[in-house]
């Protein structure tokens, strides 16, 4: 039986906003605030974001532009992000506190991609389906290692859910293990 013991991680946040919702990234963006003192946040928008919308923008944290898709904001925001771990989060969500305590739980070394246990219930609050697979789980909360990131490469410019196939079978076949998380969903 394998024994995990608690680690400390070096993370930071890439906010992805491919709406360029000034509000949602303001309200994503205090979230981690209120939580995480000084820690680094790295916004990413479309092409489509005006001069002036990324100017307002880069008021509340650094921020990079991508491309048009999901998977190419993803792609900048790691890159850019920090040198370290990277928790990726959707323009809107709001950071619950101790996400480095509950990866840090889980880490073995820099190839550990971590995402969320997410689960969706039906009206009397019965589970109904349970996203605990890589290739369905939300990018909300999903924390990967720059370095790992780099190794594996790009998420492809595929619909995400064929993209995420493509880039796990890359990543396994460097030795990366996936694991799924409970209690790190992002509200």
């Not at 997410?118 to 370095?147: A, W």
Request: aromatic share 10%; with cysteine.
């Amino acid at each position: 039986m394998t024994r995990f013991h608690r680690k400390k991680l070096s993370f930071g946040f890439v906010v992805l906003s491919p709406e360029h919702n000034i509000g949602r990234i303001q309200g994503t963006v205090r979230s981690i605030k209120n939580y995480y003192d000084n820690m680094p946040i790295n916004c990413v928008v479309d092409k489509d974001t005006t001069t002036s919308e990324l100017k307002e923008i880069k008021e509340i944290c650094p921020t990079s532009k991508g491309k048009g898709t999901i998977t190419s904001l993803l792609n900048v925001g790691i890159k850019k992000g920090h040198k370290e771990w990277n928790i990726i989060v959707i323009e809107g969500a709001i950071v619950r506190p101790k996400l480095g305590y509950r990866y840090g739980s889980w880490v073995e070394d820099e190839k550990d991609i971590l995402f969320p246990i997410v689960v969706d219930y039906n009206r009397d609050g019965m589970p109904i389906k349970i996203y605990n697979d890589f290739q369905e789980s939300t990018l909300n909360g999903m924390c990967i290692h720059q370095k790992t990131f780099k190794k594996i490469g790009n998420f492809t410019e595929n619909p995400l859910e064929i993209s995420k196939r493509f880039w796990a079978l890359d990543a396994i076949s460097q030795g990366c293990k996936f694991k799924s998380i409970l209690g790190t969903k992002m509200c």
